[in-house]
Each structure stands twice: as structure tokens, then as C-alpha cells.
T-cell receptor
Framework: DAKTTQPTSMDCAEGRAANLPCNHS???????VYWYRQIHSQGPQYIIH???NNETNEMASLIITEDRKSSTLILPHATLRDTAVYYC???????????????FGQGTTLQVKP | DAGVIQSPRHEVTEMGQEVTLRCKPISGHNSLFWYRQTMMRGLELLIYFNNNVPIDDSGMPEDRFSAKMPNASFSTLKIQPSEPRDSAVYFC???????????FGDGTRLSIL
């Protein structure tokens, strides 16, 4: 699975959009980009994933560059409860000999401030 | 629907004792994963099961660790004998169809004295 690079930490003002970048320059054509977050003392929580098109759900938007070498997770209106460690993970789809295991890096610690 | 349920939430025991962590995956999910999280090493995959069969246990640190999944609704991770360096938060996750994400439990915080 491709390696990802994320900033160690970021701050965001409450109510503003939080834009979390992720570099995955060695991503393969069949690898998806997944985002999870981990709020203190809880298990990781799935946010969103995508292959090449931009994706949006009730939690966030995922913008993937055309060359797929980087992506940005957008939390449109950050709240204090969005303070967490955000993990960007790339992996091949389940199947083709892979059962979907995730390899977590160090992630980005997002601090949402009042 | 209930999420992934882990027990106990906290465990404190003395080194040398046997420790058993338990996990109930989400009903209908056919893949189950055990992870360990420490400050030094982050979140690491220990072992995963597909349809109750262990597929990859390359992340299990040593023979003191063992995991079983006797049926689709229950899995255990056992450490015998436990050592202080096993202190960590242990997470269980389950997954359904190929296009669905993993769902994690809230973990077991294990302290070995």
C-alpha cells in the first residue's frame, strides 16, 4: 500500500472550514484514499473514501487531485467536537487477495479553537 | 444498530497473569481486525479474520499473543503471560461487504503492572 504524508498538526477556528491535506504521490491506480479520525479515548471513526472523483457525505468532502497524488479532506464548518487526529490511508480495494486491512500513519492532530 | 462491542473497557493486572480481551463484531460483518495502539508505535494491526478464519497474523508480536474467532459473533485476544510492555489500548474492528469501511470499537485500555 502507498505511503501517505500529512502535517503533524493544524489549528482551525470554530465555524470555519478545516482543510486537511494529504500527499500520496506513489498511489497506484487501484488504490483508494480513506480518511478516519480518532477522538481522544475513542476508536477510529470512518469519515469518507474515494478513488478519483470528489466525494461528499454528511461529515465531510474529499477532494482528490486529477493526478491522484494528493487529496484534501474538508470539514465545512468545524466544531469543537471535530478536534481529533485525522488519518489519511491509501489501500487497494477489498478483493484481489486483499481483505481491506488498514495501515495507519501518525495522522494530523486538528485542534478546533473557539 | 449496535456497533463493535469490546470488553472490558479497562483492565489492570500484574505481569505474568493471563489477559483475555473480547470483541463482538457488528452483526453480518465477515471480517474482523485486532489492532494495538501505543504512543511509541501508533496504531498497529495485529491480526485479521475473514469468515472466522485467521488470514494474516504477521502483526502478532510473539507467541504470548493468540487470537480466536470461534463464531461470527465473537472473538478473543489472549496474552499469556502478560508483560508491562503489553500495556496499550487494544481495538477491535469489523467490516462487511468489500466496499464498506471498517468500524471500530471503543477499545480496551490494558495496563500491566
Amino acid at each position: 500500500d502507498a505511503k501517505t504524508t500529512q502535517p503533524t498538526s493544524m489549528d482551525c477556528a470554530e465555524g470555519r472550514a478545516a482543510n486537511l491535506p494529504c500527499n500520496h504521490s506513489t498511489i497506484s491506480g487501484n488504490e483508494y484514499v480513506y480518511w478516519y479520525r480518532q477522538i481522544h479515548s475513542q476508536g477510529p471513526q470512518y469519515i469518507i473514501h474515494g478513488l478519483k472523483n470528489n466525494e461528499t457525505n454528511e461529515m465531510a468532502s474529499l477532494i482528490i487531485t486529477e493526478d491522484r497524488k494528493s487529496s484534501t479532506l474538508i470539514l465545512p464548518h468545524a466544531t469543537l467536537r471535530d478536534t481529533a487526529v485525522y488519518y489519511c490511508i491509501v489501500r487497494v480495494a477489498h478483493g484481489s487477495g486483499n481483505t481491506g486491512k488498514l495501515i495507519f500513519g501518525q495522522g494530523t492532530t486538528l485542534q478546533v479553537k473557539p | 444498530d449496535a456497533g463493535v462491542i469490546q470488553s472490558p473497557r479497562h483492565e489492570v493486572t500484574e505481569m505474568g497473569q493471563e489477559v483475555t480481551l473480547r470483541c463482538k463484531p457488528i452483526s453480518g460483518h465477515n471480517s474482523l481486525f485486532w489492532y494495538r495502539q501505543t504512543m511509541m508505535r501508533g496504531l498497529e494491526l495485529l491480526i485479521y479474520f475473514n469468515n472466522n478464519v485467521p488470514i494474516d497474523d504477521s502483526g502478532m508480536p510473539e507467541d504470548r499473543f493468540s487470537a480466536k474467532m470461534p463464531n461470527a459473533s465473537f472473538s478473543t485476544l489472549k496474552i499469556q503471560p502478560s508483560e508491562p510492555r503489553d500495556s496499550a489500548v487494544y481495538f477491535c474492528a469489523s467490516k462487511g461487504r468489500v466496499d464498506q469501511p471498517q468500524h471500530f470499537g471503543d477499545g480496551t485500555r490494558l495496563s500491566i503492572l
